[in-house]
């Protein structure tokens, strides 16, 4: 009989501390919400739970420019004024503010996803998770639609140092135009994009004719979808697509970016899927037994965006959920039926008609055809794991107070989690970076 597969799962409290502002729809308080909820069902005893380190901006500069890495590393809510022409420069404004600890909150997403990454490659684990991820529409030198720091990007890059082709599949409302961009003229990354396209829908990228360039032509697939795609529609077509696409291109890794402002009733998406329907693509791509790391994304009606994902975590660990949400931190925010899955009143009418899915699916088929089965890549030595800067207890004041990180490092085996079986002081686990 083969192990059980291994799932690690990311976590830092401060990530949901932070503020976007008062009339901002990006509510990292939702991963909070969702952290409870899993705590709740009790699937950390499933679990292996770590805390991320807080990538250092030399890890951040392996995508991003040097200049937007120390822009982002030294800009301050009342700093602003001083800074305009930056901040225009770096599409820094209204969609993507400045506010307090700002540079934490991208340390600990980004850092969370890339050490997710390298837990895949060292073959610690099978399926990683970071819902704090997925900020896909960051670029090299920009923020862009709530995101700073491409963390899907990096994430890729370091699996990329131990896989020769890695899949990326996007199931947010919005096209992942970030992760895109950043790979469209290599075909040792394939990006998969469902989305909402048309009536200058943000970003506005993702035309089924973007199919990539150069050495990636035909490597970047484009979903475009209209209004209200229903369950039914939006998996027969996610399936019928992924199953070929994994035929023809023969992924080392592949990394699924959940977003949940797909789901029926999000505050700014437009689609009709349930949680049900949202979590069979987590499902099906689960199945497909190759190594996994997925992420959150968007998701602007946060009581359901921790719904989802609390109820992916629990597909990931094949484990289904009861419907009553248990005694937690946030129950109020599930009232009155306190239910984990919800009939969210949104009965939008379905635009995707049969005809025009049935054209979507035959094109993205046509284009795979292009492709030369599984391109092979000359793999070098492999470049060192994520950078670590040394520190000498020695120099540590003992009278400053250490960080929460810096204390984590004089931690040889963190069980706070865990109990039974899964407690690291007995697994052989690895200590939390």
């Known amino acids: ?21 008062p009339k901002h729809p990006m509510k990292p308080h939702r991963l909070s919400m969702t952290h409870s909820l899993v705590l709740a069902y009790g699937l950390q005893n499933k679990l292996e739970i770590y805390r991320p380190h807080k990538a250092y901006p030399m890890e951040l500069a392996q995508f991003h420019s040097e200049e937007y890495v120390d822009f982002l590393h030294r800009i301050t809510p009342n700093m602003q004024d001083q800074y305009q022409e930056e901040l225009a420069r770096y599409n820094m404004g209204e969609d993507c503010p400045v506010f307090d600890n700002l540079f934490e909150f991208c340390q600990i997403y980004a850092g969370g996803t890339i050490d997710a990454a390298n837990r895949l490659n060292h073959r610690l684990c099978d399926v990683a998770i970071n819902w704090a991820g997925g900020l896909h529409h960051a670029k090299k030198c920009e923020a862009s639609g709530f995101c700073y720091v491409n963390d899907l990007v990096l994430g890729i890059l370091e699996l990329l140092k131990y896989h020769a082709r890695v899949l990326y599949i996007d199931i947010d409302v919005h096209h992942g135009d970030g992760v895109e961009e950043a790979f469209y003229l290599t075909d040792r990354v394939m990006t998969v994009s469902f989305h909402k396209f048309g009536d200058n829908f943000f970003p506005g990228t993702g035309d089924m004719k973007d199919i990539g360039d150069k050495d990636g032509k035909y490597y970047a697939i484009n979903v475009p979808l209209k209004d209200g795609i229903d369950d039914a529609s939006f998996s027969r077509l996610f399936k019928t697509i992924i199953s070929k696409v994994v035929e023809f291109y023969q992924p080392g890794a592949i990394v699924l970016q959940c977003g949940a402002d797909s789901l029926a009733g999000d505050r700014l998406g437009c689609f009709n899927l349930s949680i049900d329907g949202h979590s069979e693509c987590v499902r099906y791509v689960k199945k497909l037994g190759i190594p996994l790391l997925v992420t959150g994304g968007g998701g602007y009606t946060k009581e359901n965006v921790a719904r989802c994902w609390t109820v992916e975590t629990g597909v990931l660990v094949d484990t289904d959920l009861p419907n009553e949400i248990p005694e937690n931190d946030y129950l109020q925010y599930f009232k009155p039926d ?86 690291q002081d007995h697994d052989g686990g690895e200590e939390e970076s």
Do not use: W
Request: charged share 30%; with cysteine.
């Open 338 to 423: 306190c239910t984990l899955r919800v009939n969210s009143g949104n009965h939008m009418e379905n635009l995707n008609g049969k005809t025009y899915l049935s054209s979507i699916k035959m094109q993205v088929l046509e284009n795979l055809r292009y492709i030369q089965h599984a391109p092979g890549v000359q793999m070098h030595e492999v470049p060192p794991d994520t950078y670590f800067p040394e520190y000498d207890e020695d120099d540590i004041d003992p009278d400053v107070r250490m960080d929460q990180h810096l204390q984590d490092k004089h931690i040889e085996k963190d069980g706070e989690f865990y109990d039974g079986d899964n407690d």
């Open 1 to 21: 009989m083969p192990s059980k597969e291994r799932v690690s799962y990311f976590y830092d409290g401060d990530v949901g501390n932070v503020y976007y502002g």
